[in-house]
């Protein structure tokens, strides 16, 4: 029923693309669409679903109208893991928007801020996404229960620019050698992250 009332509603409004969030439980036990390949496979569905002849027209040029938002404290919620969910979106060109925040694994949606647990989860998500080449947004998704919001706005700015400047500053061409050469290459790409660390 769901997926037919998203299809419907795409098709009274042709050419608009849709973003889903996949979320393990909260506030049901089991929500619709709890994991990435859920939503990656409603994504497929609902688009099938389609009627509208310019929906179907932008489907048949290869531009995806269902995508996802995929969100760090849902995915950690779910035991999964943040740079392959983002992955799994983005090689099914489907990756419309990302929400940052922190969440230990399990766990209530804490919605904290960025780094504050699991720095390596989201680092490692950034480095993925600047790897495959995304230029969309960063959306931060925080619920600042002991700051002022502004102080928390500023706090997780600061947090994505140091990831973005670390990995910036990374020797890309060595890792990459390193990963496709491992026989070669044993105990590299560590050394480079811990020297990365200084």
């Known amino acids: 029923m769901f997926e037919g009332a998203v299809a419907y509603a795409m098709d009274e409004v042709p050419g608009v693309s849709v973003a889903i969030e996949p979320k393990p439980y909260e506030p049901a036990p089991n929500n619709i669409y709890r994991t990435t390949a859920d939503g990656l496979l409603a994504c497929r569905d609902i688009e099938s679903r389609l009627k509208s002849e310019q929906n179907k027209y932008l489907l048949s040029e290869g531009y995806p109208l269902m995508g996802m938002q995929p969100e760090i404290g849902h995915i950690r919620m779910g035991y999964e893991d943040t740079p392959y969910a983002f992955c799994r979106a983005m090689r099914q060109g489907r990756l419309f928007h990302t929400h940052w925040n922190s969440q230990p694994l399990g766990n209530y949606d804490q919605d904290l801020n960025v780094g504050v647990v699991e720095w390596q989860q989201a680092e490692a998500a950034m480095y993925v996404l600047k790897m495959h080449g995304y230029r969309e947004y960063y959306g931060i998704d925080i619920n600042p229960e002991r700051m002022p919001a502004e102080k928390a706005v500023e706090i997780n700015c600061l947090a994505l620019n140091i990831i973005n400047d ?12 390193s990963y496709f050469d491992p026989e070669n290459h044993r105990g590299d790409i560590e050394l480079i992250l811990a020297k990365a660390m200084k």
Request: net charge negative.
């Open 166 to 177: 670390r990995i910036n500053s990374l020797p890309h061409e060595e890792i990459i050698e």
